[in-house]
């Protein structure tokens, strides 16, 4: 059973960083895909990064581009997501998730594991 555990959201003021984490666990992610995807109030499930756990392919939004990075650990099974020079627009909950039916993917319905989520709260 795959299990997915974020930490690391909180309040932070337009401009600030936070890292998120993604702990994994349950299967071995070498042939996974792994994505970050956000939802604010009243709005859609959006993408937001995600990567081939192998390294072969790494995909971002455009609304985060060159702000936000995600990154992995192997050692740890655990994925990151950096972000820096947050704005309000970002504020949402952010959901960790996992396909073992695909490489790598930026649409919602290929993946099946989902975390509980965790709230990022940007200030202006």
């Known amino acids: 059973q795959v299990q997915l555990v974020e930490s690391g959201g909180g309040l932070v003021q337009a401009g600030g960083s936070l890292r998120l984490s993604c702990a994994a666990s349950g299967r071995t992610f070498s042939r996974y895909a792994m994505g970050w995807f956000r939802q604010a109030p009243g709005r859609a499930c959006e993408f937001v990064a995600g990567f081939s756990w192998s390294g072969a392919r790494t995909d971002y939004a455009d609304s985060v581009k060159n702000r936000f990075t995600i990154s992995r650990d192997s050692a740890r099974n655990t994925v990151y997501l950096q972000m820096n020079s947050l704005k309000p627009e970002d504020t949402a909950a952010y959901f960790c998730?996992?396909?073992?039916?695909?490489?790598?993917?930026?649409?919602?319905?290929?993946?099946?594991?989902w975390g509980q989520g965790t709230q990022v709260t940007v200030s202006s």
């Open positions: 998730a996992a396909s073992g039916r695909v490489t790598a993917s930026t649409t919602q319905s290929d993946y099946d594991y």
